[in-house]
């Protein structure tokens, strides 16, 4: 069992940074690999980024590339995600997860077994 609880979102202007972060409870969070998604009103939750179990590889949907950055501290059971350069359309609310290894695809939200409860970006024009 994983409990995930994001912070770090907040209300930003166009081309500002945020860092979320999401602490884990429990001796297995080193044991998985690590996602951020994201959820606009109306829309479908969306792949951002993901980096393995190790922190060795990292993942990132093409909308954030070059712009988020995600990384992982095993000792301290966080997972971070640096967002520079944000655009208003980067507004939405971030959900870190956590998948099992060898279990489902990277970028698929049914491959992520446990949730965050979510922190809200708001990227003002």
């Known amino acids: 069992q994983v409990q995930l609880v994001e912070s770090g979102g907040g209300l930003v202007q166009a081309g500002g940074s945020l860092r979320l972060s999401c602490a884990a409870s429990?001796?297995?969070?080193?044991?998985?690999?690590m996602g951020w998604f994201r959820q606009a009103p109306g829309k479908e939750r969306e792949f951002a980024a993901a980096?393995?179990?190790?922190?060795?590889?990292?993942y990132y949907a093409d909308s954030v590339k070059g712009r988020f950055t995600i990384s992982r501290d095993n000792a301290k059971n966080t997972v971070y995600l640096q967002m520079n350069s944000l655009k208003p359309e980067d507004t939405a609310v971030y959900y870190c997860?956590?998948?099992?290894?060898?279990?489902?695809?990277?970028?698929?939200?049914?491959?992520?077994?446990?949730w965050g409860q979510g922190t809200q970006v708001t990227v003002s024009s």
């Open positions: 429990g001796r297995t969070f080193s044991s998985n690999h």
């Open positions: 997860a956590a998948r099992p290894p060898g279990t489902g695809q990277v970028m698929s939200v049914m491959s992520y077994e446990y």
């Open positions: 980096i393995s179990k190790s922190g060795r590889t990292t």
